[in-house]
């Protein structure tokens, strides 16, 4: 695929967990806390990278034993919740190159906004406490609204609140999960492979550029005035919402 056409791209669709911030150890120390209270096996954090990414139901239902009834199922999500909502913060931050990444997004003028299949009480917070330097024109997280990733109303949501046209997005996360959302929902899937997926599936699953840092999304925006057009990275084929 080439390089977008210089202000082809108006606006940003993050990902959260996986692609702006490393979760990874504060999820899996919350699930690991209520199967051990449970007295159930617990899983090392590494195993959490193919557990996330569909809402905490699923997350539930992989990390617990197989014969979990569904009541037990329902009683694990409301306690992982519960423990989760004080402990979100511990060792979560945001990847290296993020702060970058978005300071020179923000200075060019484009939109950006967060799309997450996490509780949306928690999306809100993490933005608001790690990503508070830059503004977000939307954020939305996981509730009745909207049915989660992969469907694409939430991320067409956000397009039509931000008015610009699904073409003119970028799609940036880590896993099948939102490359999926953005091919349905006509946006440019782009993959992180800093998150918790690796290359395979996100290439199988619609990613027409792979990016090894945040910052390597900059040549995708096309050149600025009076730029040369910069090397864009190898591709994969050869109102207000708040």
């Not at 949501?157 to 099948?176: K, M, N, Q, W």
Request: proline share 9%; charged share 25%; glycine share 8%.
């Amino acid at each position: 695929m080439s390089t977008p056409e210089p202000r082809s791209v108006r606006a940003v669709l993050f990902d959260l967990d996986g692609t702006l911030l490393d979760t990874l150890e504060d999820l899996a120390a919350s699930m690991n806390h209520v199967l051990d209270a449970r007295g159930w096996p617990q899983h090392e954090a590494a195993a959490y990278r193919h557990f996330v990414g569909e809402g905490v139901d699923e997350l539930a239902r992989r990390a617990a034993p197989p014969d979990c009834d569904e009541a037990t199922l329902g009683a694990l999500v409301k306690d992982m919740r519960a423990h989760y909502k004080d402990h979100w913060a511990v060792r979560s931050r945001p990847y290296p190159g993020v702060p970058e990444l978005l300071e020179e997004l923000g200075r060019r003028g484009l939109k950006l906004a967060v799309l997450s299949n996490k509780m949306e009480e928690f999306t809100r917070g993490m933005v608001s406490r790690f990503l508070n330097l830059w503004r977000f024109a939307a954020v939305i997280g996981a509730s009745p609204r909207f049915p989660l990733k992969p469907d694409p109303r939430s991320a067409l949501a956000i397009a039509t609140a931000l008015r610009v046209s699904p073409g003119e997005f970028l799609y940036l996360g880590d896993t099948s999960i939102d490359m999926r959302t953005a091919v349905a929902a006509g946006m440019e899937p782009i993959g992180a492979l800093w998150g918790f997926r690796d290359a395979d599936e996100l290439r199988a699953s619609g990613a027409r550029h792979l990016l090894s840092a945040p910052l390597e999304l900059l040549p995708l925006l096309g050149p600025e005035p009076g730029e040369e057009p910069p090397a864009a990275p190898e591709s994969t084929t050869g109102g207000r919402l708040n």
